[in-house]
């Protein structure tokens, strides 16, 4: 029979974008919609970003991370994978909450995109006074 690896799942969330995480014990390898992280984001320079959870509780390149991730655009996905991984890595051991917590990373990032208004040519934004 074959040996099953521990799994730890998390959802992440920011903006519009969801981002359903998944690591298992590994060696640090990035897997983002069936692509690595440079194939899906582009730069190496964001990866820094993403990783943070794992810098937090010293265990880079200790976990595999598979995503799905859905909505949004590049910031918004980057903040729900980081999300995500927190989350995961709080199923993974308890003990890693105190210092995921006091970093802020455990926290939903509130900040949505205000809606347009009528009469407004954007959220706030007025036409346009005109005195005569």
Same mark, same amino acid.
């Given at each position: 029979?074959?040996?099953?690896?521990?799994?730890?799942?998390?959802?992440?969330?920011?903006?519009?974008?969801?981002?359903?995480?998944?690591?298992?014990?590994?060696?640090?390898?990035?897997?983002? &919609?069936? /692509?690595?992280?440079?194939?899906?984001?582009?730069?190496? !320079? #964001?990866?820094?970003?993403? =990783?943070?959870?794992?810098? $937090?509780?010293?265990?880079?390149?200790?976990?595999?991370?598979?995503? &799905?991730? /859905?909505?949004?655009?590049?910031?918004?996905?980057?903040? !729900? #994978?980081?999300?995500?991984? =927190?989350?995961?890595?709080? $199923?993974?051991?308890?003990?890693?909450?105190?210092?995921?917590?006091?970093?802020?990373?455990?926290?939903?990032?509130?900040?949505?995109?205000?809606?347009?208004?009528?009469?407004?040519?954007?959220?706030?934004?007025?036409?346009?006074?005109?005195?005569?």
């Amino acid at each position: 029979m074959a040996e099953s690896k521990a799994v730890y799942w998390g959802t992440g969330r920011r903006k519009t974008s969801t981002a359903r995480v998944r690591i298992t014990p590994g060696t640090g390898v990035y897997m983002i &919609n069936g /692509k690595t992280f440079e194939a899906y984001f582009g730069r190496e !320079a #964001l990866k820094a970003f993403a =990783a943070e959870p794992f810098k $937090v509780t010293d265990t880079a390149d200790r976990f595999d991370v598979f995503a &799905n991730i /859905k909505g949004g655009g590049v910031s918004g996905q980057l903040g !729900a #994978l980081r999300h995500g991984i =927190a989350r995961a890595l709080l $199923v993974a051991g308890d003990d890693y909450r105190g210092e995921l917590k006091s970093a802020g990373l455990l926290r939903r990032d509130p900040r949505m995109v205000e809606r347009k208004k009528y009469g407004l040519k954007k959220a706030r934004k007025r036409p346009q006074f005109s005195k005569r």
